[in-house]
């Protein structure tokens, strides 16, 4: 048997759930958070804005001696802002200063000082965890665009005219660094429902059947703490329990099991990607990293496996 499998019983007890709570629906990256943290409908530069942001939506926790510490957080303009909203907030605040930020002729002309400061906290210095990685990524991603004369609105309308939209989104800005660099297409995936799901409606999906499983460590520390997958090995549980750096190989059990477990559940729940995904986004606040999951108010608290100590596999990378 594998290390890490999905729970068969477990993904039925979710399939059956989720399609009759009312609570798993599709986000339109918009709602709750215009002009601060996503554009408003319709707003200039908002397409360029997303299609560099998913690329970078990843790594925001730190780590020390071995073992995970504490997620990111940092106060910007006066709020304290985690992880993935503040990347969102930086974006939002350039954007509201220029609305052709993200255009790559703009981006051309940006030095790395220039970059750093768009992440800069209210002290001055930028906290994102993995900065060379991400200004790497911003390098080969502007070079991509340029050396192949293209921009994401063109990628985007060949989709569109395209006989498989999602399906030819995915292959085509698959090529792009910071999204081609992952197997399993997280930030990939990711960017096709935003870019779906906006009310600009950007991407005009017409089958949704090639869509696949968004895997980052939320959904890898939910998974594991609802038992949609189970750890078999003894020594890797123990290296979950006490959040210690795990090895490329435990990583990746971990994440195909989980995967295989999300697909099986869009599969039998009849739900989209983008609903799964942005219900066990919202659970991250339920079922966070430093304090005790709040299981009495979780709507999935009757079915849960309740491995409240169990915490994704703490890895570094910039898929996820
Ligand atoms: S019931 Fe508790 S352990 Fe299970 S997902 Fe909800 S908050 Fe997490």
Known sequence: MSRVTPNPAQI????KWMPSSGQVQAFDFCSGG?????????????????????AHQYGFWYMED???????????????????????????RALNHQADFFSIAHMKKMT??????????DHGQNPLPMWPEHLDLIHQYVDW???????????????????????????LVGQVPGYREDPMQKKLMLLAVI??????????????????????????????????????DDDLRKRLLARAEVSA?????????????????VKQSGLSVAAIDY????????????????CEVCPVNDICAHETELFQPIFRTTAY
């Open 12 to 15: 039925d007890r979710f399939a």
């Open 34 to 54: 215009e002009g601060v943290l996503f554009p408003p409908a319709g707003a200039a530069g908002a397409l360029e804005s997303f299609f560099l942001n998913a």
């Open 279 to 294: 219900f066990f986004f919202t659970n991250r606040t339920r079922c966070p990293e430093m304090t005790a999951p709040q």
């Open 66 to 92: 071995g073992r995970y510490t504490q997620p990111m957080i940092a106060a910007v303009d006066g709020v304290n802002r985690k992880g993935s909203d503040y990347l969102f907030y930086c974006f939002q």
């Open 249 to 265: 190989s435990d990583e990746h059990a971990i994440r195909e099991a989980t995967y295989r477990a999300i697909e099986a559940l």
């Open 112 to 121: 790395d000082a220039d970059w750093d400061a768009v992440f800069h906290d």
């Open 195 to 232: 870019l779906e799901n906006r009310p600009e409606g950007f991407l005009r999906v017409n089958d949704p059947e090639a869509a696949v499983p968004i895997i980052d460590y939320h959904l890898q520390r939910s998974a594991l703490r609802t038992g949609l997958v189970q750890v078999h």
């Open 145 to 171: 665009f340029e050396q192949n004369e293209s921009t994401p609105q063109a990628l985007i309308d060949a989709a569109n005219a395209s006989e498989h939209v999602l399906a030819t989104f995915l292959e």
